[in-house]
């Protein structure tokens, strides 16, 4: 029976869907091990696009450096090498897509993960680098190809993904030649594809996105790191997410904790409880020429109670000492404010603290029982007058007591004859003071009373053109800042220059510096 033309397209649309989804290219981040514990997602064309590399200047510059490469290749090989810079997709790398850079416990060796998007291309790029020497000529693998580069770096690849490893000792090589041909047989089900942090990874903005374990960064490190947890909470569950991000005027680095550990993620809140939104309470007594500033809204009844499900915490401050250490942390209440005011090369640098607190029973304790305090010899603490106090030593004197229910301290005696005493202008005036209310704790370099230095002025001056060369970079900053909020955290390099991408202008200093 002659089979009607509606049937015959129906089974060759069958079979066209059958054949396409047997011949689809594996994804390529299938090669990266799903223990994956140091992990970084860069997105080139983003950056490329950032850099202003396509802007006409730019690109005159890149013609330059192609003219002046011309001269020591062959005509093939440099016309194979034009077309990449003109045309970085004839590499035979997908530029558009992420590129990886991993370390994992069961490969540790620094590797690079990239899509391939033509395996021809990628071929004819690599035999021009063996034409220069620049590396070997291309062999077989277990299921892929490969270059060596000074008997020690591996480039493989494959029809969908393209690998560079770095073994460090050419004696390794056999070794990771097994390893690069399981990486790349991994399929979806045994690769870091399903892991719920990276996922959350690959869908931040950033121009580079970063997936880190502390526990595998601190290693030993990481017990010693335990005042808040409990005993048996591992930090192995906790991954931090990164996304660093080049905008007009700033480099910007938001950082947030990620974990599906039920304990891990009840200290965290825990932890928010024991801290409280930034008032700027005492900015107006604080010089605007500030170098660095602290800032932290606290909780000091919660930061004890989660202080004392610490065992070694516990330990340390025993049942005796409970109550005046309760009492000592209680008295914190809202903003506590620490600021280096000034750096000089004959004196200490002096600094200048507040903090809100209840009431002075505090420091009254304090001083009561000073003999307790194991000073030594020439140390000492004397009361100037009622909730006013100063220690002594041979090598710094700090004044400290409470007025109107807000503690300060100091190092500086001019500053302390000026305390709670409102200075004009002051932080109050600077671009990022308004920035640090409401966040939960706050740290800013401020660059520009830096390099007001009489210090600093002095090393740009007479430190030679290395120096300089630092002075004019650091011109370009207004201020550094890291706030935290809940337990995400944002850092914040602000630039002067408002109005032009942060990644250009450090382009156009490099080619400033550069003579180009």
């Known amino acids: 029976m002659k089979k009607s033309l509606f049937f015959r397209l129906s089974v060759l649309a069958v079979l066209i869907v059958f054949v396409s989804s047997c011949s689809q290219k594996a994804e390529y981040t299938n090669a990266i091990p799903a223990n994956a514990t140091q992990l970084v997602s860069i997105n080139l064309k ?55 850079l991993f370390s994992a416990p069961t490969f ?5 993960v990239a899509k391939v998007s033509s395996e021809d291309d990628l071929k004819n790029f690599l035999e021009v680098a063996q034409k220069e020497q620049i590396s070997s000529a291309i062999a077989s693998g277990d299921g892929y190809s490969y270059v060596t580069i000074e008997g020690q770096a591996l480039l493989a690849f494959n029809a969908n993904t393209f690998m560079i490893v770095n073994s460090k000792n050419p004696a390794n090589l056999d070794k990771v030649k097994e390893g690069i041909a399981a990486l790349l047989k991994q399929t979806e089900a045994n690769s870091i594809i399903n892991n719920p942090a990276f996922k959350k990874m690959q869908k931040m903005k950033g121009d580079v996105n970063m997936f880190l374990s502390p526990s595998s960064l601190l290693g030993a490190y990481t ?72 800032s932290v809204g606290i909780n000091g009844e919660q930061m004890y109670n989660l202080l004392q499900e610490n065992e070694q915490f516990r330990n340390e401050f025993s049942i005796t000492k409970a109550a005046e250490v309760k009492n000592l942390f209680s008295t914190f209440q809202n903003d506590l404010t620490i600021g280096l005011i000034n750096v000089t090369m004959s004196n200490a640098p002096s600094f200048l603290a507040y903090a809100s607190v209840k009431s002075n029973a505090a420091l009254k304790a304090l001083y009561e029982k000073k003999a307790e305090l194991g000073l030594k010899k020439g140390e000492d603490i004397v009361k100037l007058s009622e909730d006013e106090y100063v220690f002594k030593s041979r090598d710094i004197n700090i004044f400290f007591g409470v007025r109107d229910k807000q503690m300060y301290a100091t190092n500086d005696e001019l500053l302390y004859k000026n305390i709670c005493k ?25 660059a520009e009373a830096v390099l007001e230095l009489p210090l600093v002025k002095m090393m740009a001056e007479y430190g030679g053109a ?18 935290g909020e809940d337990n995400n955290a944002i850092i914040t390099l602000q630039l002067k220059d408002k109005n032009v991408n942060a990644l250009k202008q450090i382009v156009n200093f490099i080619k400033e510096f550069a003579g180009m």
């Open 223 to 294: 017990k010693q790191m335990n005042y808040g947890l409990a005993k048996d909470i591992d930090l192995k569950d906790l991954i931090m997410l990164g996304s660093l991000s080049f905008e007009k005027g700033k480099i910007e680095m938001q950082i947030e904790n990620f974990t599906e550990n039920a304990e891990l993620k009840a200290m965290f809140e825990k932890q928010v409880k024991s801290t409280c939104p930034i008032e700027n309470t005492f900015l107006k007594y604080f010089p605007k020429s500030t170098v660095a500033l602290l």
């Open 46 to 100: 983003s950056l490329a696009d950032k850099s202003g590399i396509n802007d006409k200047e730019n690109k005159e510059a890149l013609k330059k450096l192609t003219d002046a490469m011309k001269s020591g290749m062959n005509a093939a090989t440099f016309q194979q090498l034009e077309s990449v810079m003109k045309d970085p997709s004839k590499s035979g790398v997908d530029v558009t897509a992420p590129i990886y």
């Open 108 to 112: 540790d060796y620094a590797t690079v």
């Open 422 to 446: 409102t200075v004009d202008p002051s932080l109050k005036d600077t671009n990022f003071a308004s920035g640090l209310k409401g966040k939960r704790s706050a740290f800013v370099i401020n």
């Open 466 to 483: 290395e120096y300089n060369t630092y002075y004019t970079l650091a011109n370009n900053i207004s201020y550094l800042e890291a706030v």
